[in-house]
């Protein structure tokens, strides 16, 4: 009866010949079978770059990498109000993203305190949600200008920078 019992606890692999064949169906026929599903999916004939819509194609590869402007040196620069018209309104005038109101002097009094100089570097590199305005459309001296605008209306007693000296 014990022999009865061996057998029934046996597995269906009773030779090395089977065992060598379920070894080759267990572990190299699935990996031939990736391999073979692989070449299937990647044979299939794809355009090349910029077959399919050429005018797109040629385009983005043919776009502009800069601009070159030129400006007058010579021209006249703008008061600090036409600079703040143009340009500071749209924050300043409404008090957008915090942005101190023109002729707000609880709002002006600390910035004003920390000096012309401060405020026209902030101006310049930006501060908080301000983007910089130095190499916009105005020049610095009119953005420093448009900085004496609106501290002047907020309190301050800055005088209005003057144009440099052209080169002799």
């Given at each position: 009866m014990s022999e009865q019992q061996h057998e029934d606890h046996t597995g269906p692999i009773?030779?090395?010949?089977q065992?060598?064949?379920?070894s080759i169906f267990s572990f190299v026929l699935?990996?031939?079978?990736?391999?073979?599903?692989?070449?299937?999916v990647t044979s299939d004939k794809k355009p090349a770059a910029?077959?399919?819509?050429?005018?797109?194609?040629v385009s983005e590869r043919v776009q502009k990498v800069g601009t070159v402007e030129i400006r007058d040196a010579n021209r006249a620069l703008k008061s600090g109000e036409a600079v703040y018209q143009a340009q500071c309104v749209a924050c300043h005038g409404a008090g957008v993203a915090g942005a101190p109101k023109l002729a707000d002097k609880?709002?002006?009094?600390?910035?004003i305190k920390t000096g012309l100089d401060a405020m026209v570097s902030s101006a310049l590199?930006?501060?908080?949600?301000?983007?910089?305005?130095?190499?916009g459309d105005h020049s610095d001296v009119e953005i420093a200008r448009a900085v004496v605008y609106l501290a002047n209306a907020g309190g301050a007693k800055f005088t209005e920078p003057k144009a440099p000296e052209a080169a002799k």
């Open positions: 009773k030779t090395p010949k065992m060598m064949w379920v699935p990996v031939f079978i990736i391999i073979g599903l692989v070449f299937f910029g077959a399919t819509n050429m005018e797109k194609s609880a709002a002006w009094s600390a910035r590199k930006g501060k908080g949600a301000m983007a910089p305005q130095g190499g």
